[in-house]
């Protein structure tokens, strides 16, 4: 090899890219000290060179297999992942216990829907039922009357409560021309009033009054018009009944079921996130 | 290739695969894709590939989808991304020296963009270049020596004209 004013450009790139042999680098050095404006531009090509950068991939654990990894497992850490100790053992499947858990929960989503379904249609046939019972009751002694429409109203409780501000309002608007009729003790106008009111157990209620005419059961009537009024507001109003949920019969606080099922998901995310890992 | 060995291919290259395609492409979600495509093939082929040449196997996978994706980048610009410009000298001040370089590679085309950035930032040899660019190694030589003189010029000019 020898370097000369016409060859020696191509040198200097095979010696920026180390493409040389230690001779052939050592040749070049030689070339380089007896002439230093190639010196100079071996210098330009040098800077032309780029210098390496860190580029971080950041999404590694994407990309990340593990399909034999359990096969180099701490042998301890092996064995408790074993169901039994028993030569058929098997490794536990964590999607397995995905699947159990999700299977579970979408059992008792349906157990608490179906009885949610349930306990609405018990509430359609009490207030068919409490829209019979008046009828029965203007057949008691007047001493009973009051009793009797008492009842009605704690059996209306629970649908009274059930609907909504629109018809309640409506409930309330409509409670002055009754009671006005009521008190001129003008029969004929009650049905036309109650033929307008929305809520089944009101109409129900009014239905019953022509039949009893005295000043007494008109007087129970207006008191469980007044109570039914009472209570809607009670129950519309009470914020605390936003953090209940109703399981069947029973009040479940929601704020812990919240947290139950916020732990549960946190849970879930970390064994899932030790798989990854 | 185990799953052990292959996960340690991920720690080993996947930042230099990334590098290398993100450096040419400058689109950093493809650049993920092209990587994840890479890693994926891998995977497939773990038996077949020789352990020794993992890195290899992973660029040169990287480079030829980067170049289809090139291509139909191509399809539906009307402009070339990769069109040789000049550079405007007098924004270009005289200490951000190393960012005109990077923006002179950028715009060399992508078989002399590929190239440089294997050299120099992999640090590849004339021959593993050729193996991964499907070039001959003379091929390679006679591209890189010709966008090296290229940038050579360019920042010559510069130089000139800051001066």
Known sequence: ?????????????????????????????????????????????????????????????????????????????????????????????????????????????????????????????????????????????????????????????????????????????????????????????????????????????????????????????????????KEVFEEINTEDNDRIIHISNFEVDGDKFRGITRRLGAILKRNKSEKNK | MTDIAYNNAVDQYADGVYRFIVKNIHQEEDARDIVQTAFEKLWVNRDTVDPLKIKSYLFTIAYHQMIDHIRKVKKYTTTDIYETTTIDPVYQPQHELRQTILKAIHELNPTQKSLILLKDYEGYNYQEIGEIMNLSESQVKVYIHRARLQLKEKLSHLQKASA
Do not use: C
């Not at chain 1, 034999?68 to 850490?77: G, I, Q, R, V, Y």
């Not at chain 1, 059996?155 to 009729?181: A, G, H």
């Open chain 1, 1 to 229: 090899m020898e370097l000369n004013q016409n060859n020696y450009e191509n040198y200097l790139l095979l010696y920026i890219d180390n493409e040389l042999t230690a001779s052939e680098r050592a040749a070049v050095e030689l070339f380089l000290a007896s002439n230093p404006k190639q010196a100079d531009e071996l210098k330009v090509l040098q800077g032309v060179k780029i210098n390496p950068e860190h580029i971080e991939y950041t999404d590694k654990t994407s990309l990340y297999r593990f399909e034999e990894m359990n096969a180099t497992l701490d042998p301890a850490f092996k064995k408790s992942l074993y169901k039994n100790s028993s030569n058929n053992a098997k490794l536990i499947d964590i999607k397995k216990i995905y699947w159990a858990t999700g299977s579970i929960a979408a059992i008792a989503l349906g157990i608490f829907f179906g009885i949610k379904t349930l306990s609405i249609q018990t509430d359609i046939l009490q207030e068919q039922i409490v829209a019979s019972i008046p009828q029965s009751t203007t057949k008691l002694p007047e001493s009973n009357t009051n009793q009797t429409i008492n009842t009605i109203s704690i059996e209306t409780k629970s649908s009274i409560v059930k609907s909504n501000i629109q018809s309640t309002s409506e409930l309330s608007n409509k409670n002055l021309p009754i009671n006005t009729s009521i008190a001129r003790n003008d029969p004929a106008l009650i049905p036309v009033d109650a033929v307008n009111v929305e809520n089944k157990e009101k109409e129900s209620i009014i239905a019953s009054t022509p039949s009893s005419n005295t000043p007494l059961a008109n007087n129970s009537i207006i008191e469980v018009e007044q109570k039914n009024e």
